[in-house]
């Protein structure tokens, strides 16, 4: 019979071994601020961090964002706070001021909000619930709509928001299943949001209904594997971003020259295309505002067997790609 505190002591031993294999992810004494929606994943983790802190000498704020979208959305930041007063952690909001009309928009404008947050707390980190479930939806949901490596494996254990603010997700060993348990375990009162239910959004659809369709007749163990898969494809994601940075050193490149925006044709196409469009895609981020996605890249990258020397590639914001021998350059329009 598992005894009433086996998943707390799970769980703090899962984040004591992600800490110990991974010691840059959050080390002593930082300064994290814990974005908590006020759901089990999140709640777990600000728990978990407050039980830990001494242990590591963590300072910490607890950091909510209220979309104003749910008639209870009010009454769901005050439960946050009451819990952060209660747990003796500092405690910030941001509510929206203007309607934000899709998840996108929602999402944007709450990482907008927690590096606000973390700028006014000093905090470097900012801490996020997301489990292994979450990996596994992520991916699936990104499979499905065509992706590629960086796609599938985007829920990775930490990312950087701004130069100085990191993102990390502690909880990626963690399942749903557990963190839930942990709650029940220690008697926190979940704040249950109501649109989690509702199959109209396709990634609740996915987790109510196809993943357990998937575990019951595919794989039972399906979290794990697709978690290995991840970890797997990161690793890889890793060594080829870096081998693509190699090419953005000043002075010592011979695809880039750092003094214009542009690329040496004839060396680019001799590398590997997994290069290539990893190249491509490092170098239209540092010109292009928007986020450079598949499209771009390919129609970049069509430029490098381009016939026709007046042929150009558009982007957003009136930019464009030319070939101007031996270069690919960006213009202006
Ligand atoms: N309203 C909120 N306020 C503060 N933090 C939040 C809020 N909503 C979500 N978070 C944080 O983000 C984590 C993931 O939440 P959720 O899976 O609902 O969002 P998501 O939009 O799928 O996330 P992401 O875009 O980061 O993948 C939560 O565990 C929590 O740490």
């Given at each position: 019979?598992?005894?009433?505190?086996?998943?707390?002591?799970?769980?703090?031993?899962?984040?004591?071994?992600?800490?110990?294999?991974q010691p840059?992810?959050?080390?002593?004494?930082?300064?994290?601020?814990?974005?908590?929606?006020?759901?089990?994943?999140?709640?777990?983790?600000?728990?978990?961090?407050?039980?830990?802190?001494?242990?590591?000498?963590?300072?910490?704020?607890?950091?909510?964002?209220d979309?104003?979208?749910?008639?209870?959305?009010?009454?769901?930041?005050?439960?946050?706070?009451?819990?952060?007063?209660?747990?003796?952690?500092?405690?910030?909001?941001?509510t929206?001021?203007?309607?934000?009309?899709?998840e996108a928009?929602?999402?944007?404008w709450?990482?907008?909000?927690?590096?606000?947050?973390?700028?006014?707390?000093?905090?470097?980190y900012?801490?996020?619930?997301?489990t292994?479930?979450?990996?596994?939806?992520?991916?699936?949901?990104?499979?499905?709509?065509?992706?590629?490596a960086?796609?599938?494996?985007?829920?990775?254990?930490?990312?950087?928001?701004?130069?100085?603010?990191?993102?990390?997700?502690?909880?990626?060993?963690?399942?749903?299943?557990?963190?839930?348990?942990?709650?029940?375990?220690?008697?926190?009162v979940?704040?249950?949001?109501?649109?989690?239910?509702?199959?109209?959004?396709?990634?609740?659809r996915?987790?109510?209904?196809?993943?357990?369709?998937?575990?019951?007749?595919?794989?039972?163990?399906?979290?794990?594997?697709?978690?290995?898969?991840?970890?797997?494809?990161?690793?890889?994601?890793?060594?080829?971003?870096s081998?693509?940075?190699?090419?953005?050193?000043?002075?010592?490149?011979?695809?880039?020259?750092?003094?214009?925006?542009?690329?040496?044709?004839?060396?680019?196409q001799?590398?590997?295309l997994?290069?290539?469009?990893?190249?491509?895609?490092?170098?239209?981020?540092?010109?292009?505002?928007?986020?450079?996605?598949?499209?771009?890249?390919?129609?970049?990258?069509?430029?490098?067997?381009?016939?026709?020397?007046?042929?150009?590639?558009?982007?957003?914001?009136q930019?464009f790609?030319?070939?101007?021998?031996?270069?690919?350059?960006?213009?202006?329009?």
């Amino acid at each position: 019979m598992k005894s009433n505190s086996h998943f707390t002591k799970l769980l703090r031993i899962k984040l004591n071994a992600v800490l110990k294999a991974q010691p840059s992810l959050l080390p002593e004494n930082a300064a994290c601020l814990i974005a908590v929606s006020g759901g089990q994943d999140s709640l777990c983790l600000a728990k978990l961090f407050q039980m830990q802190r001494s242990k590591f000498n963590w300072g910490l704020t607890i950091a909510h964002c209220d979309h104003q979208w749910r008639y209870d959305s009010r009454a769901n930041a005050e439960h946050v706070e009451k819990i952060a007063k209660e747990w003796g952690i500092s405690f910030c909001l941001r509510t929206a001021t203007r309607s934000l009309t899709s998840e996108a928009s929602a999402r944007e404008w709450r990482y907008e909000m927690l590096v606000d947050m973390a700028k006014e707390s000093q905090s470097a980190y900012v801490v996020t619930g997301h489990t292994r479930s979450d990996r596994v939806e992520t991916l699936l949901y990104n499979l499905m709509r065509g992706s590629g490596a960086n796609g599938l494996a985007s829920l990775t254990w930490q990312r950087s928001l701004t130069p100085e603010i990191n993102l990390v997700r502690p909880l990626l060993q963690v399942s749903r299943h557990e963190t839930a348990a942990f709650c029940q375990e220690n008697k926190i009162v979940v704040w249950e949001d109501s649109t989690n239910q509702n199959l109209d959004y396709r990634r609740n659809r996915l987790r109510l209904e196809t993943i357990p369709y998937l575990q019951t007749h595919f794989n039972p163990q399906l979290e794990n594997a697709i978690a290995q898969t991840s970890e797997l494809l990161s690793a890889d994601i890793l060594y080829l971003e870096s081998q693509a940075q190699h090419f953005f050193v000043e002075n010592i490149s011979v695809i880039w020259d750092a003094t214009a925006p542009r690329l040496h044709r004839q060396h680019l196409q001799q590398q590997p295309l997994a290069l290539q469009r990893r190249i491509a895609r490092q170098f239209l981020s540092r010109y292009l505002i928007h986020q450079v996605n598949f499209e771009d890249i390919e129609r970049f990258l069509n430029l490098l067997t381009a016939q026709n020397r007046s042929q150009s590639a558009p982007f957003k914001g009136q930019i464009f790609a030319l070939v101007d021998h031996p270069w690919i350059v960006l213009q202006h329009k």
